[in-house]
């Protein structure tokens, strides 16, 4: 009688709890239809409502927990032919969210970003040379010269790869090919990615890069979780010596992952990847074409990307088997993502690399105080390449003091006689100068001389700036941009706008005239039409086509020019102004950066910063080459504050299009505070310093704690006090960068 009740009894459907990519805390349940097999990490297609979603096996049917009934649960579609999302890559997608108190849905996004790959490859269709003559009728513009350039020799090429490189649309390509210009080629897939040959063209070190390599190498082949930072001054040869472990990675059979803060912009150590190991490594970063982030997507899930280089979202990438991540540049605050989901990869990767139990290398030749503290503690190891490869020395380094009349420039200029002359020195001598400027476009700031009217972003709460070589106005935050007005629209007065102060647009300018036979370049990120444009602009320099670079922070990222002997800053002071805390640290390595680009190789090199400050210990740092004490000083200023990295920071911020309704929510919020907790100090609500960015207004609150408090469940019970309606964002930012 028991056995035939047991075998009448059907077993419950299985289920799975499946976690979208959207704003969800927790994963769905789904019912698995019978014929399909699922285990955690499957790629899978689901409904939700109306739609079909693409997302991921969180969880099959023996978790533990609240569980729907199973007449409510809709099932499963489809299951998606490529390997499980790895555990590691689910625990830390898990983690992130919980750090930086954002939904798992939002930072699985992050990991699944490009929902077409999931998808089966299909035809592309890619474009060739033809062979016709170009018409007579069609005009050859500037971008589509660079097309036909680009496709004059080499394989067949997709639509969005030569736009981007040609940096213009892609409908010029597709108008080339209408023209007869272009052939048009069915792809049935990209190539794979050819394996690095850890052995293929290894370099010679010297002896203190060879006992750095040697530790590091050592740290991979054993495994097991380490943190290194590899302190060392600029031209040391630290890439060459994180190559290494990189090696030692790909001998052991591992994946590696390199991240640059402007992966975009790094041609020169593309080539130098290519030159060591006889291949260029999968690159991930925003400008890929749709089809490459796809197929690149793939490659890396299927463990075929052996090496990926790319910016801080290739940290999310679903790696089979990650045996190492090199952080360069690790101080940059380019890691540090401001939008969706809130964080620094700087200090998810030390994360990831502790949860997959393998190496992480952090390297820079200005490591971030919060860095040099944990190597100070112990938290991290420490290898210090103290000089420059090759017998190059450092750089002298002059402060050139703008308050002294006979150091001044004319009026309405803004290269000072010492400098000027410097530079004219440098040419004479057949060698090369460098001109910097963080400041974007020919005037940060144009007003009506006649009523004082300043143009403003209608969007933010910025200037816009004007770009004169492109003839617009544009603010730098939320993109709008303008025509240059004729009039003044307060006032309507003709041809009263002028410019104050100098963008490196005027730097350029002024530089024509001083020397109208020099070979000038500029390098910002609004001239350069794409990354074909960068090498360009380097390949010119190095081989002597070009005497005088002038340009923003894109020529600070590691590039190496032999024969550049003089790096001029034209506001040195400039990161020094505002609120930041970290101004003085920031400063002083974007600077310390930029003045590495000079005497690199056996030609001496000099820095000239022209500052209205000399006294500061910024500028004193820089001309002394004493980066230590002055780190010491700026730890020690901190320590008293308890800011980080001796203390735990974190901030709300409340944004909407109502500013009643914004300030309303801030200051319940600021009501609702835990400040009855003497250990915690709470600051604000207070307009941001950028009150108004992409028309949303913005009220930000800042709470501060020692080290020993974590701040997210205090933040966690502080945000349930207060409703805050759907028009309004809140949100949260742990270890905040930026102040604006």
């Known amino acids: 009688m028991t056995g035939d009740l047991l075998s009448g009894v059907t077993a419950p459907p299985a289920r799975v709890r499946v976690q979208l990519p959207l704003l969800l805390p927790e994963p769905y349940d789904y019912r698995v239809p019978g014929d399909m097999s699922l285990v955690p990490g499957s790629y899978v297609e689901v409904p939700l409502g109306p739609r079909r979603l693409f997302g991921v096996v969180w969880a099959d049917g023996d978790w533990q927990g609240e569980r729907v009934e199973e007449r409510k649960l809709r099932p499963v579609m489809r299951a998606i032919d490529l390997p ?60 589509r010269k660079r097309i036909l350039e680009i496709l004059s020799d080499g394989p067949p090429r997709l639509a969005a790869d030569v736009a981007a490189e040609a940096g213009c649309g892609t409908g010029v390509v597709r108008g080339l090919a209408e023209a007869g210009v272009l052939t048009t080629v069915p792809m049935l897939a990209l190539p794979r990615f050819p394996r690095p040959d850890p052995d293929a063209n290894p370099k010679t070190l010297s002896g203190a890069q060879r006992l750095a390599a040697e530790d590091l190498t050592a740290k991979v082949s054993a495994g097991g979780y380490s943190a290194t930072l590899l302190d060392g001054v600029t031209g040391s040869g630290k890439t060459e010596v994180y190559f290494e472990a990189v090696a030692a990675a790909l001998r052991t059979g591992k994946q590696a992952l390199v991240l640059l803060p402007e992966i975009a912009l790094s041609a020169q150590w593309l080539d130098r990847f290519a030159q060591r190991f006889g291949v260029r490594p999968a690159e991930w970063h925003s400008e890929m074409a749709p089809p490459l ?175 004169r070589l492109s003839k617009r106005l544009q603010c730098h935050h939320c993109g709008y941009q303008a025509k240059s007005p004729d009039a003044c629209p307060e006032c309507e007065a003709e041809g009263s706008f002028v410019a104050c102060g100098p963008g490196v647009e005027r730097v350029a300018e002024e530089v024509a005239t001083l020397f109208p036979d020099a070979r000038i370049a500029m390098m910002t990120s609004d001239t350069l039409s794409g990354p074909r444009a960068l090498r360009e602009v380097i390949e010119q320099v190095k081989d002597g086509a070009v005497d005088l670079l002038i340009g923003t922070q894109v020529m600070a990222k590691g590039h190496h020019f032999p024969m550049l002997t003089l790096v001029g800053v034209v506001d040195a002071d400039l990161g020094l102004a505002g609120g930041d805390p970290r101004a003085s640290e920031r400063t002083f390595q974007l ?150």
């Not at 983690?95 to 930086?100: F, K, Q």
């Not at 003497?678 to 609150?701: F, K, N, S, V």
């Not at 704690?705 to 309606?725: A, C, F, M, N």
């Open 84 to 143: 499980p999302m790895p555990e590691i890559t689910r625990r830390f997608v898990e983690w992130v969210a919980s750090y930086t108190m954002s939904p798992v849905g939002a930072v699985l996004r992050m990991a699944v970003s490009v929902s077409a790959a999931l998808e089966d490859p299909r035809a592309l269709t890619a474009y060739t040379r033809g062979e016709g003559e170009v018409p007579d009728d069609l005009r050859l513009t500037p971008a």
């Open 293 to 467: 982030r796809r197929h690149t997507w793939r490659a890396v899930a299927k463990g075929e990307a052996r090496v990926v280089v790319g910016a801080r979202s290739a940290l999310f990438l679903p790696y089979p088997d990650l045996g190492l991540i090199v952080v360069d540049e690790e101080h940059e605050a380019a890691f540090k993502q401001e939008d969706g989901v809130i964080y620094h990869a700087r200090d998810m990767a030390v994360a990831r690399a502790h949860l997959g139990r393998f190496p992480i290398v952090l390297a820079s030749a200005t490591p971030s105080l919060e860095t040099l503290v944990n190597a100070e503690n112990g938290r991290y190891s420490r290898i210090d390449l103290p000089s420059r490869h090759g017998g190059a020395s450092m750089p002298d380094v002059t402060l050139i003091d703008m308050r002294r009349k006979e150091q001044a420039p004319p009026a309405r200029q803004w290269l000072s006689p010492v400098l000027r002359e410097a530079l004219s020195q440098t040419m004479l001598a057949g060698e090369q100068g460098m001109l910097f400027l963080n400041r974007r476009g020919y005037a940060p700031l144009t007003l009506c001389r006649g009523c004082g009217h300043r143009l403003q972003c209608p969007n933010c709460t910025a200037w816009l700036v004007e770009h």
């Open 591 to 740: 600077l310390h950066q930029v003045a590495g680009r000079a005497g690199r190789e056996e030609r001496p090199g000099r820095v000239m910063l022209q500052t209205y400050m000399p006294e500061n210990p910024v500028m004193q740092a820089l001309a002394s080459h004493d980066r230590d004490s002055f780190l010491a000083v700026e730890a020690d200023q901190r320590r008293q504050l308890e800011m980080p990295p001796f203390g735990r920071m974190a901030a709300l911020i409340v944004s909407g299009e109502d500013e009643g309704a914004v300030d309303a929510i801030a200051a319940a919020l600021g009501r609702a505070a835990p400040r009855d907790r003497e250990d915690l100090t709470i600051l604000g609500p207070a307009p941001a310093p950028l009150a108004i960015l992409r028309g949303r207004y913005r009220r930000r609150l800042l709470i501060k704690g020692p080290k020993t408090v974590s701040l997210q469940p205090i933040l966690y019970d502080w945000l349930t006090r207060v409703e805050v309606p759907a028009s309004i964002r809140v949100q949260v930012d742990i270890d905040p960068y930026s102040f604006l």
